[in-house]
C-alpha cells in the first residue's frame, strides 16, 4: 500500500449504533492500525428528517468505551474539518454544478405527483418506473429544454433535483477487497438525486465528495452499501477523482432462522444488540456496558464475527488483532450470531481480571443485598467462584450463602439427608468445637481424618454437611466455605438443618 492509509466511519446519527455498525468501526480501526493509517469519525446528517438528538453523542461514547475511538472528528484533530456533514453544507452545490457542466448530472423538475403518476401508469401496464435512461429525456429534465429555459425556472423558485446521468450499455467490473470481482450493468441502475433545491446533497454526493476531501483511501462498510457502489464509483469518474478501495463486510445473521440481527432478536433471546443502553420514551433498550461485558471482549467477539487470522486462536487483545487483521481475509457469507459464545467470551475477560478488580466491582451488588462487606474477605471469596461466572452479576447467587444462611434446602439435595444424618451432624459438630486452627486447609485434614478412623463413608457426612451450610449440592470447595463464614456460623448452620431436615 502505497499511499497513506486513511479510513473512516460515517454513522448517520438516526438511533443508536446497532452492533452491526460497531463491527463496521472496529474493522476499519483495525485496518487502520495495521497500516499505520488513520480512522476517522464522519457524522452523515444530511437528511435532517431522520436525525435523532443524543444519537451522535452515543455514537462517541459507544466507540470511547470499546477503546476504538477516532483520531479525528468532531472536536478532536479536525485536519480536514468539519466532521458533521450538516456543517459542511455549503461545499455541495459546488460540485453538484460541476457534474451539470460537464453534462454528467442534470436537473429534474418532476414533481412528486408527477412522478407518482408515471409509477402508476407504469404498473398498470406491468412495468416498474425506473427514472433512468429510458425515460429521462421523456420527462421535466434539463436534458430537453434549453439552457436558458432552465435558468430561467430555477431562478423562479421551481422546485428541482439533480440527478446522476447514468452511463449507458456498460458493464462496470470492479473490485472489491472481500469479495473480488463484482459485476453491474448500468442499464439497471437508476439516475440517483445527488442534490435537492433546499440546498442539501443527498448521501451519495456528499459521502463521495468527502471521501475525496478528506483523503480516504478504503471504504470499509456493510453489505447493505454493495449496491450503492457503482454509482459511488462512476461518481469518481464524472469528477476525474481516482476512487478509494472498496471492501463490504458480510451481515451478521439472526442466531437463529435466516436475514439480518436485529434488535427483536436481541429482546426475544435476552442479549444487547446495542453497545451501550438507549433510553427514549418508548422504552429502554440493553447495551452492553450496562450487561456487564467487558469492552475487551465485545472487540474480541465481534472481531471474530465474518474474520479470522486461519488459525483456531480465539482470544485477541486489541494490539494483537490490529497485527493480525487482514481485510482479504473477511468472509464473504453472513456471520451467525452466537448469543452463547457471546458470553463466553466475557467469561474469559472476568477470570484474567484481578480478584481485588472483581471484589470492587462486586461491592455495589454487596452493599444492595445490605452485606456489611468489612466483614469479609470479598477478593478471596471471588477469587474461589469466578470460574463459574459469566459476568459481575452472576457473582450474588455464587455466593449468597456465603453472607446468609440458606432459608431452604434443596429438595433433590435433600434425599441424601437420611435417619443416620443426625447423629453424623451432631459429631461433625463436636468434631469441628475442638479444632483451634480455623483455615480450610486444617479444617479438612481434621474432618478427613476423623471420618477414617470411624470408617465413615464421605459421601454420609460431605453431601449433608454442604447442604446445610449451602443449601444445595453447590459452591465452592466445602472447607473454604467453612473457614469464611466461620466455626460458629459453621456450627449454627448444621444445627439448624438439623432441626429443619
Ligand atoms: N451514512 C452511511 C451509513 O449510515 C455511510 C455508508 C458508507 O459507509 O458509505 O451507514
New binding site residues.
Given amino acids: 500500500m502505497s499511499k497513506q492509509v486513511r479510513v473512516r466511519f ?3 446519527p438516526t438511533g443508536p449504533l446497532h452492533i452491526g455498525g460497531v463491527r463496521t468501526a472496529l474493522f476499519n480501526y483495525l485496518f487502520a492500525k495495521k497500516h499505520n493509517g488513520v480512522f476517522y469519525l464522519r457524522i ?1 446528517d444530511t437528511d435532517q428528517t431522520r436525525f435523532v438528538p443524543g444519537a451522535e453523542a452515543y455514537i462517541m461514547e459507544a466507540l470511547e468505551w470499546l477503546g476504538i475511538a477516532p483520531e479525528e472528528t468532531v472536536g478532536k484533530n479536525e485536519k480536514f474539518g468539519p466532521y458533521r456533514q450538516s456543517e459542511r453544507k455549503h461545499l455541495y452545490q459546488q460540485y453538484a454544478d460541476q457534474l451539470i457542466n460537464s453534462g454528467w448530472a442534470y436537473y429534474a423538475f418532476d414533481t412528486p405527483e408527477a412522478l407518482d403518476a408515471h409509477r402508476k401508469q407504469h404498473e398498470a401496464e406491468g412495468k416498474t418506473f425506473i427514472y433512468n435512461y429510458h425515460n429521462r429525456e421523456k420527462l421535466d429534465t434539463s436534458l430537453v429544454i434549453s439552457a436558458e429555459e432552465t435558468a430561467k425556472r430555477i431562478a423562479n423558485g421551481e422546485h428541482y433535483v439533480i440527478r446522476f446521468k447514468t452511463p449507458v450499455d456498460e458493464t462496470l467490473h470492479l473490485k472489491d477487497i472481500i469479495r473480488g470481482d463484482v459485476k453491474f450493468e448500468t442499464n439497471l441502475l437508476d439516475d440517483k438525486v445527488l442534490f435537492k433545491s433546499d440546498g442539501m446533497p443527498t ?1 451519495h454526493l456528499a ?1 463521495i465528495v468527502d471521501d475525496h476531501l478528506m483523503e480516504t483511501s478504503h ?1 470499509i ?1 456493510g453489505e447493505e ?1 454493495l449496491p450503492s457502489m457503482p454509482l459511488h464509483v462512476l461518481l469518481y469518474r464524472a469528477f476525474n477523482w481516482e476512487a478509494p478501495e472498496f471492501a463490504h463486510l458480510p451481515l451478521i445473521l439472526k442466531p437463529i432462522g435466516n436475514g439480518k440481527l436485529s434488535k427483536r432478536d436481541g429482546d426475544k433471546m435476552g442479549f444487547p444488540v446495542f453497545p451501550l443502553e438507549w433510553k427514549t420514551e418508548e422504552g429502554v433498550s440493553s447495551g452492553y456496558r450496562e450487561k456487564g461485558f467487558f469492552p475487551e471482549a465485545v472487540v474480541n467477539f465481534l472481531a471474530l464475527l465474518g474474520w479470522n487470522d486461519g488459525t483456531d486462536k480465539e482470544i485477541y487483545s486489541l494490539e494483537e488483532l490490529a497485527a493480525s487483521f487482514d481485510l482479504s481475509r473477511v468472509h464473504k457469507a453472513g456471520a451467525k450470531f452466537d448469543p452463547e459464545k457471546n458470553k463466553w467470551f466475557n467469561h474469559q475477560y472476568l477470570i484474567k481480571q484481578n480478584d481485588a478488580d472483581l471484589a470492587k466491582d462486586f461491592t455495589p451488588i454487596l452493599e444492595e443485598k445490605g452485606v456489611d462487606i468489612s466483614k469479609y474477605d470479598i477478593t478471596r471469596i471471588v477469587s474461589l467462584i469466578k470460574e463459574r461466572a459469566n459476568f459481575v452479576s452472576d457473582f450474588w447467587d455464587l455466593t449468597d450463602f456465603f453472607f446468609q444462611a440458606p432459608t431452604s434446602y434443596d429438595e433433590k439435595a435433600s434425599k441424601n439427608w437420611n435417619s443416620a444424618t443426625p447423629a453424623l451432624m451432631q459429631e461433625l459438630i463436636s468434631t469441628l468445637e475442638y479444632i483451634d486452627g480455623f483455615d480450610s486447609a486444617n479444617i479438612e485434614a481434621i474432618v478427613k481424618d476423623w471420618l477414617t478412623k470411624n470408617e465413615i463413608g464421605m459421601g454420609k457426612v460431605m453431601q449433608p454437611f454442604r447442604l446445610s451450610l449451602v443449601g444445595a449440592l453447590k459452591g465452592p470447595h466445602l472447607f473454604d466455605i467453612v473457614e469464611i463464614i466461620g466455626k460458629e456460623e459453621t456450627i449454627s448452620r448444621i444445627q439448624k438443618a438439623i432441626s429443619t431436615l
Wanted: aromatic fraction near 22%; charge should be neutral; glycine fraction near 0%.
Fill in positions: 460515517a454513522p448517520s452523515e448521501y459521502n471504504v462498510r452499501w
